[in-house]
């Protein structure tokens, strides 16, 4: 568990995103994308979903990429090379279904397109014509363009305020690709409004789409119920039925609602420790 290596990725306003390599043997053996690990920076901190990024399974290694948004991600940011994690557990959740699908158009946002890499990388793999669409607020919080560009046919970057790429969101090129040509599935990751955007456009085009959902989550073991969410009217528990899940059946409003239950004390905490 101890940290081999540490690159700041993004530093811009507040919102820097890390990226750590882990000695993990077991975990890096079993790894596969869509997984995710539970990790405690410290005995008595809170536990951490994070996407397994990579693994490197002849290092036995995993990568771990993390914005420092909250108490324990601001901990996380602070560890130094050589430093050991107190735990983590995985890999967690299922991994994603990869096969030949098609044509596939992949959609990513914030530190959300941490995530969707490996997945588009492994759909690569098996043979898909693959199109990112990567975007976030400004071009000092893109991360991974390079990396998505190798496993990409395809790449399409966005920025809100226009300082790199497309100017807009993704979601207006995902509409203008669907406007020209058949899409077999899309698959998205990133801020809650941004996956929610994805799943009301794709509806009217009749696509089958995914998301990876962020839920808070405890224990990841489907018993503490933090991280359930409504799919189609039944309450599911994003640690042990997905992350992933179709997107035109997941309950928007209450997953929104949920995951902003502890924004104040979040952010007291953090004042408190002056982190």
Not at 31 to 41: K, T
Not at 50 to 56: F, H, K, R
Not at 93 to 112: D, P, Q, W
Not at 229 to 239: P, Q, R
Request: charged share 25%; proline share 2%.
């Amino acid at each position: 568990m101890k940290i081999l290596a540490k690159e700041v990725l993004s530093d811009f306003e507040g919102a820097r995103i890390t990226r750590i390599e882990v000695k993990a043997v077991d975990l890096a053996q079993k790894a596969l994308a869509g997984n995710f690990v539970i990790l405690m920076v410290k005995e008595e901190g809170e536990r951490i979903p994070l996407t397994i990024v990579s693994a490197d399974r002849e290092c036995g290694t995993i990568t771990l990429i993390f914005q420092e948004i909250g108490f324990s991600t601001k901990l996380l940011g602070k560890l130094k090379v050589s430093d050991s994690l107190y735990s983590i557990m995985g890999p967690l959740g299922h991994a994603t279904e990869i096969k030949n699908y098609g044509s596939v158009v992949l959609v990513a946002g914030g530190v959300g397109i941490a995530e969707i890499y490996p997945v588009a990388k492994t759909l690569k793999e098996a043979g898909n014509k693959i199109k990112v669409i990567m975007g976030a607020r400004t071009k000092e919080l893109l991360i991974l363009e390079n990396e998505l560009k190798e496993v990409s046919d395809e790449l399409f970057v966005t920025t809100d305020d226009g300082s790199y790429g497309i100017k807009g969101f993704t979601t207006n090129v995902l509409k203008e690709i669907l406007d020209k040509e058949r899409i077999d599935i899309i698959y998205a990751v990133g801020p809650i409004p941004m996956m929610e955007e994805v799943a009301d456009l794709t509806r009217g085009y009749g696509v089958k789409t995914l998301v990876s959902l962020n839920s808070l989550m405890v224990d990841a073991s489907g018993m503490c119920g933090c991280c359930r969410v409504n799919i189609n009217g039944e309450t599911k528990f994003a640690c042990v039925d997905g992350p992933e899940f179709d997107a035109h059946s997941v309950d928007w409003d209450t997953l929104k609602k949920r995951n902003s239950v502890y924004v104040d004390k979040e952010r007291h905490i953090c004042n408190l420790n002056k982190l």
